[in-house]
Structures are given as structure tokens and as C-alpha cells.
């Protein structure tokens, strides 16, 4: 996983005067809060909170805030989308010679990965704020059609009856199961891997990494890459905006 220079490790090794009253820092984009020195920090994942001491606060523009909520969001997205991948290849040996694999959980970090993922598709790309994406990719560098601008991501969080609703069209259709992991080492031909494709709702092929959500196929590694791209400008910007503190 890609590690992005936030401005508070460029501000600490520069000596920016506002580095004793407040900064939003990510380390790998995730969130804490400095006050008066570091009285939060971050442990792993975790932030370690030494109390006891009053909260400086300063004013951030809303650019720097946008910024920051786009990193934010988009180190969750990235946690969620390796956690399906470590889920969908976990075995658990209940008895000799039975395997439990997961299921469920690996469609609840998919879920959660395309809708934060798709939070960050509206900051950069809006339906309605025009201008307020344009002004965010200008700083950014990002152009005004990307990966991640694509509008058929956000329709399967946003409209997913939708989608339901045109998969049904025909009925009865072939029906297996809402939600199905086709693991990377079973065993069934591809024909067959086919009709469970057309017959499930959601299906996570683990072997090419594709979700095929009500008959649309999107790319976890594509939708990654585009992530990560994002918040490597994004990184970026912020760094801009921290050097011009001092």
C-alpha cells in the first residue's frame, strides 16, 4: 500500500510557525489531531489521545478541509477494498477436511468500499456543484474525466433498486443466490462459472478480482488504481497549501 506525504511531516521537518497551534494530519490518511504539541497521535490504525490539556484551534480554509475529507475517505475506500481480498482468500478449518470460507463480510466491505469510494467521485465530480469540482481538480491536477468520475460507480450505491429492477425485467430469469464468492481455486469449468454469474445478483470472482453487481461488471485493482491516483494529487495539493503558511 502507497504511503502519501502529508504536509504536517513537511511542516515538522520546516519549522511552519503554526505547528504549535493545529493541524488535521493523515499519516496514510488517517486522521488526528495535533493540540498544543502532539497530544494525539497515531498508533497503527488508532489514535492515542493524551488528555488533560486545552484544545488550540486555528481557521482552515475550505479548500484545505475539502482536501483533507478526500483523503480521508479515500484511505477508508482502499481499507475496505484489501480487506475483501484478505476475507475472500481466509479459510477456516471447522473439522478435518471442512473448510468454512466467508461470504457475507466480503459483500459488506465491498458495499462500504464502493459507497466511500464514491464520496470521493462526488467531491471531484459533483452532479450539481459544478464549480466546486472544477475549482478542486484545478488544484489537484486531476482532469475532468477520470476513473473515478465515472457515473455508473456511484449508480450501483445510489440506485441500486434500479439495477434491480432491470435485472428482474424478465421473469422468471435463473435465480441462485443474492450474494456469492467464486474463489480463486474453485474448481468449476468456466461454462459453469458463467451460469452462476448470470443466476446471482452479486457475484466477487476472486480469481479476476471483477464484481458483477445485476449484470454490470467493474474492476476492484482498476477502481484501486484510480484511488490511489487521486490521492496521490490530492497529497500533493495539500502540501502546496501547508508550504504557503509560513
Known sequence: MRKYLHPFRWARRKGCPRLNQWFTIMNGCACATLLFGILIKEQGPNLVIRRGSPMAMSKSDRDYIMLSFALTEGRRALDNLAEVERLAALRVETQPGVEVRENRRVFDQIRLGLQVAANVSRLFWPPRNIARGAHLRSLTGLPETHGLSDRSLRNHIE??????????????????????????????????????????????????????????????????????????????????KVRAWK
Open 159 to 240: 440506485h441500486l433498486d434500479e439495477r434491480l429492477d432491470a435485472w428482474t425485467a424478465t421473469s422468471p430469469r435463473p435465480f441462485l443466490t443474492m450474494e456469492l464468492v467464486l474463489h480463486d481455486d474453485d474448481a468449476e469449468p468456466e461454462a459453469m462459472r458463467a451460469e452462476v454469474v448470470d443466476a446471482t445478483a452479486i457475484v466477487y470472482d476472486a480469481q479476476s478480482r471483477l464484481v458483477h453487481l445485476f449484470g454490470d461488471t467493474f474492476s476492484l485493482p482498476s477502481l484501486r488504481r484510480d484511488l490511489e491516483d487521486v490521492m496521490e494529487k490530492t497529497s500533493q495539493a495539500l502540501m502546496t
